[in-house]
């Protein structure tokens, strides 16, 4: 009978750390904002986290950031060494919806800038949204616009954070086996 | 027991010893190589392994580039046909990206091992993933890149080269390899040098023990003897072993005992010398003063002789004692205040108190005394010189003898002479003459009144003031006694 009320006590002391450990983790603003990272070796993007009471100020009533708070504190720049912004300057957002027919993807908008961007350049951005887009609960793929029109010379226009391939697991892999 | 007590006393600690020092410092030395020896081949090997890595990974992906850079355009089918026409050159990983990264080939899923690949079906659904690595990224804006680490055993190298068609980059190639052999031959080499180090390391400590203490034992034997001497047995020499400054040590401590015993035997003997001389004349007060108490019926005549006779005794045990006092003053007192001092008023002055005695004895003094000979040294040593060589001169001869006493000055010194026409001293007594209680004949020393020291004290006075004193046989008869003093000038003994 003793044994039995200390196993339930032990459960429930585990149980109350598991949902504190939930709470920190929200607390602390567990998103992660995606920027280029500054080296020669390793991930090409690096993050930093995000910070609610920064450049983007958090929308009222939310307890977690919008898709536009969370744009917005990309747009404005890394705020740590060792990080550098992938955007154009000026690059704004004009607005951020739920694409109505298919379910998970976000349209998000941004200004004519962005379309200055080709090639390594622009993915390195369009990973950066993505990235840190898909931390948000529900979504599942990016769709990004610049003033309105998706670029043309992109392999595809839905984008997924599974497509990132931001280091070469083969390497850790073959390190592990020998 | 008290020597064994006083060794454990002056015991070295082990860590202060000479050999512990020696013994270290050895091995703080061979420490500092074995360091080297481990460090620097193990960093070299890889400084080598890694330019020969980038050489080759840089070219095998120059390789690749300019068989992809053909295609004008890159489109995955047409390079996983070109990239399975290669060979992998035993790389692990190849992958080809269009400008904007996404990757047309990976070696791990398009490798077909040389056939074709299967078509992708209409309904198949494309695959895209991006490569966005530093190495593809810095490729794609147009630079070559390298990069290798050695860890966990592995040798991890990874390249990527821009695929350039006139001009513009159209895409790019990455390379990984991952080389255990060459991991393994570098662990291999560091674990063979770590066993060499420790071979050596073992070796090095015996012998420096061994070195430290060959060496050691030396001046432990030179402190040993030292410690027997110092407990008082002069006899003890150190065995001289090579040439080295250790047995120059040893030579120097064996010359400086035989000092010491020397020393030590001449003390000793001057000891029983001075004993034996003060003895005989107590001994002879005693005999005479028993003789008076004990033989009653002794006329007053016998009774006053005796009585002279103590006298006599006492007078001679007062020379021998202010003779001792005055050789320990020799020893011990540093010379008075020194002056210019004129030799032929200093002689004058003993002759004139001798030439009673010499009267007596019926001994005539000459003088032959030049001007301007000035020594520096005191009034009193050089008279009591003058005056014990004279009055030797004068107790020492017969009757009708005579004494010659001389002062001239030759060159840089003054030289006094004395010579007589007694006894003299047989060749092989002259250069022992001046020894302490040294006599050539008791007897007639004793008679004429003499301490055995007179000599002793003129040579330890002439000394004292930077002179010498010899003596030689007189022909036909007597001795000569030489004194030798630095000369004077006059305005040297103004200044």
Redesign the interface.
């Known amino acids: 009978m003793k044994k039995r009320r200390r196993l339930s006590l032990f459960l429930a002391l585990l149980l109350l750390c598991a949902s504190c450990g939930t709470k920190t983790e929200e607390a602390d603003g567990g998103y992660l904002l995606y920027f280029t990272a500054v080296g020669s070796h390793g991930p090409a993007l690096d993050t930093q986290p995000y910070d609610p009471g920064g450049a983007a100020p958090q929308s009222e009533g939310t307890a977690s950031p919008d898709p536009g708070d969370l744009v917005n504190a990309l747009l404005s720049g890394p705020t740590q060494e060792g990080l550098v912004s992938p955007f154009p300057r000026g690059v704004a957002l004009q607005s951020w919806e739920w694409d109505p027919e298919q379910k998970g993807n976000l349209q998000v908008r941004l200004s004519e800038q962005y379309s200055g961007l080709a090639d390594i350049s622009l993915t390195l951005a369009d990973y950066c949204i993505v990235l840190t887009l898909s931390q948000l609960e529900g979504v599942e793929s990016v769709e990004i616009l610049s003033a309105g029109h998706t670029t043309s010379y992109r392999s595809h226009q839905v984008l997924t954070a599974a497509e990132a391939v931001l280091s070469d697991r083969s390497a850790a892999a073959k390190e592990d086996v020998t | 027991m008290a020597s064994q007590e006083t060794s454990q006393k002056k015991k070295v600690p082990f860590f202060a010893s000479l050999q512990t020092k020696y013994a270290m410092s050895y091995l703080a030395i061979f420490v500092v190589v074995l360091i080297l020896l481990n460090t620097y081949p193990v960093t070299a090997s890889q400084e080598l392994l890694f330019t020969s890595k980038r050489d080759s990974l840089k070219s095998q992906a120059a390789v690749m580039a300019s068989a992809l850079m053909e295609l004008e355009t890159l489109s995955s089918d047409q390079v996983v046909r070109v990239m399975n026409m290669l060979d992998d050159m035993g790389l692990?990983?190849i992958l080809v990206t269009?400008?904007?990264?996404?990757?047309l080939y990976d070696s791990?899923k398009d490798d077909w091992g040389g056939k074709t690949p299967p078509t992708e079906t209409e309904t198949e659904k494309?695959e895209?993933?991006?490569?966005?690595?530093?190495?593809?990224?810095?490729a794609?804006?147009g630079s070559d890149?390298f990069?290798s680490r050695y860890?966990?055993?592995?040798f991890?190298s990874?390249a990527a080269c821009p695929i350039v068609y006139r001009g513009m980059?159209i895409g790019a190639i990455y390379i990984?390899e991952?080389d255990?052999a060459q991991g393994a031959l570098l662990l291999n080499l560091q674990k063979n040098l770590r066993n060499i180090s420790l071979v050596v390391a073992a070796v090095t400590l015996v012998m420096s023990m061994v070195f430290s203490k060959m060496l050691t034992a030396r001046i432990a034997a030179l402190l040993r003897a030292i410690r027997i001497v110092g407990e008082g047995e002069y006899g003890h020499r150190l065995q001289i072993v090579g040439r080295d400054e250790l047995a120059q040590l040893a030579e120097e401590f064996n010359q400086l005992t035989d000092r010491l015993q020397t020393t030590e035997e001449v003390r000793r003997r001057f000891v029983s010398d001075a004993s034996h001389e003060l003895k005989t004349p107590l001994a002879s007060i005693r005999l005479l003063a028993d003789s008076i108490l004990q033989n009653e019926q002794m006329d007053e005549e016998t009774v006053k002789d005796f009585v002279c006779d103590i006298g006599d005794e006492a007078e001679r045990l007062t020379r021998i004692t202010e003779h001792l006092l005055a050789l320990t003053r020799l020893d011990s007192l540093p010379a008075g205040k020194t002056e210019p001092v004129d030799v032929a008023a200093v002689i004058r002055r003993a002759v004139n108190m001798v030439t009673p005695v010499a009267d007596a004895a019926g001994v005539t003094i000459q003088e032959e005394l030049r001007s301007g000979c000035m020594v520096r040294c005191t009034q009193d040593d050089l008279y009591q010189v003058c005056f014990n060589l004279i009055e030797n001169a004068v107790k020492y001869n017969f009757a009708g003898g005579r004494v010659y006493v001389s002062a001239y000055w030759d060159g840089d010194q003054v030289l006094i002479e004395v010579a007589d026409t007694g006894v003299g001293i047989p060749e092989e007594d002259l250069p022992k003459v001046f020894n302490r209680f040294y006599r050539v004949d008791k007897a007639r020393s004793r008679a004429a009144g003499g301490t055995g020291l007179g000599l002793s004290i003129v040579r330890d006075t002439v000394r004292r003031h930077g002179g010498w004193v010899i003596a030689r046989p007189r022909n036909p008869e007597g001795s000569i006694f030489t004194v030798g003093f630095p000369r004077c000038r006059e305005e040297e003994g103004e200044s």
Not at chain 2, 98 to 103: M, N, T, V
Not at chain 2, 151 to 154: A, G, I, L, M
């Open positions: 692990d990983r269009d400008p904007a990264g996404l990757i791990l494309p895209y993933r991006y490569a966005l690595y530093q190495e593809v990224v810095t794609l804006r890149v990069y860890s966990d055993k592995v991890t990874t980059v990984q991952l255990q």
